[in-house]
Nanobody
Framework: VQLQASGGGLVQAGGSLRLSCAGSGFRSVDYGIAWFRQAPEKEREAVSH???????YYADSVKGRFTISRDNAKNTVYLQMNSLKPEDTAVYYC??????????????????WGQGTLVTVSS
């Protein structure tokens, strides 16, 4: 199983980026996929999750700004990030798992992780 995260970069505050998480070695349609992020000197935190059924969940800090989606034919999950803020600066990771609904934000619920892509938002 491999997850390849891409799409990070440098953007000004208020700008947008779209992250991609391409999976191989498994059928993404059978799993939930999440995005986590880790800022310097901070703990990893959950950003968003999309269930195999298509249901979505978001951290309060990104609700209304980020949108998660999936293309099962391409085994790929996307994270559209709009109205970016400097506090969104972090390495973003995608992860695969089958968490229960009430624990989608727990990193321990995920089996496989991508390598991360850096998002830097300048003020």
């Amino acid at each position: 199983v491999q997850l390849q995260a891409s799409g990070g970069g440098l953007v000004q505050a208020g700008g947008s980026l779209r992250l991609s998480c391409a999976g191989s070695g498994f059928r993404s349609v059978d799993y939930g996929i999440a995005w986590f992020r880790q800022a310097p000197e901070k703990e990893r935190e959950a950003v968003s999750h999309i269930r195999s059924s298509g249901g979505t969940y978001y951290a309060d800090s990104v609700k209304g700004r980020f949108t998660i989606s999936r293309d099962n034919a391409k085994n790929t999950v996307y994270l559209q990030m709009n109205s970016l803020k400097p506090e969104d600066t972090a390495v973003y990771y995608c992860a695969v798992g089958r968490p229960i609904t009430s624990a989608w934000f727990r990193s321990s619920m995920y089996y496989y992780w991508g390598q991360g892509t850096l998002v830097t938002v300048s003020s």
